[in-house]
């Protein structure tokens, strides 16, 4: 291929955060359609674990993205900084949703059993979980509209035969 790839873990941290994202979108916003059975707290458990997971899988993936930047395809300047600060949010977006979760857990201390990490400093505060819990939900929503920009601009590389999508396709 005549142009960059992103390394094998890039792709692979790029998959399962795509993956987690999608699991912890369903789980979160089935919470207050659920009823109150024994499966609600297993699943309000497993979408907190999971989005600590997430938190530490992004910081590592940016870490990878820094130490290994791939050179851009030659586009129209629109196109290279609709695509740079798109990628931006969505790395903002996939830091500040888990650590919002984080933080309202936190509040209240009810971090998920199978990884009790509280964040030092927080105190107990009701208001605080709350206010957590609201801004964690308009970040799950724009999350979903940018996560959806990206596919659509995946697709219309696609459409205008531009091997973008190949770069995070894992080919020999």
Same mark, same amino acid.
Request: with cysteine.
């Given at each position: 291929?005549?142009?960059?790839?992103?390394?094998?873990?890039?792709?692979?941290?790029?998959?399962?955060?795509?993956?987690?994202?999608?699991?912890?979108?369903?789980?979160?916003?089935?919470?207050?359609?659920?009823?109150?059975?024994?499966?609600?707290?297993?699943?309000?458990?497993?979408?907190?674990? +999971?989005? *600590?997971?997430?938190?530490?899988?992004?910081? #590592?993936?940016?870490? =990878?993205?820094? /130490?290994? @930047?791939?050179?851009?395809?030659?586009?129209?300047?629109?196109?290279?900084?609709?695509?740079?600060?798109?990628?931006?949010?969505?790395?903002? +977006?996939? *830091?500040?949703?888990?650590?919002?979760?984080? #933080?309202?857990?936190? =509040?209240?201390? /009810?971090? @998920?059993?199978?990884?009790?990490?509280?964040?030092?400093?927080?105190?107990?505060?009701?208001?605080?979980?709350?206010?957590?819990?609201?801004?964690?939900?308009?970040?799950?929503?724009?999350?979903?509209?940018?996560?959806?920009?990206?596919?659509?601009?995946?697709?219309?590389?696609?459409?205008?035969?531009?091997?973008?999508?190949?770069?995070?396709?894992?080919?020999?």
């Amino acid at each position: 291929m005549s142009y960059n790839t992103y390394s094998s873990l890039q792709k692979s941290l790029h998959w399962i955060i795509a993956i987690l994202i999608i699991g912890l979108w369903c789980a979160g916003f089935s919470f207050d359609y659920l009823p109150k059975t024994s499966f609600k707290p297993y699943l309000v458990n497993t979408h907190k674990t +999971l989005g *600590v997971i997430v938190f530490f899988l992004v910081l #590592i993936r940016i870490l =990878a993205r820094i /130490k290994h @930047p791939i050179k851009p395809f030659q586009l129209p300047k629109a196109i290279q900084l609709m695509g740079k600060l798109t990628h931006i949010v969505l790395y903002a +977006l996939i *830091v500040m949703m888990p650590l919002s979760g984080w #933080i309202m857990s936190s =509040a209240v201390h /009810k971090m @998920p059993s199978w990884f009790p990490l509280f964040i030092p400093g927080i105190p107990y505060s009701k208001p605080l979980a709350q206010t957590m819990r609201s801004l964690h939900g308009y970040l799950g929503y724009t999350l979903a509209f940018f996560v959806t920009i990206h596919i659509c601009a995946t697709f219309f590389h696609v459409w205008r035969k531009e091997p973008i999508l190949d770069r995070m396709l894992f080919r020999s």
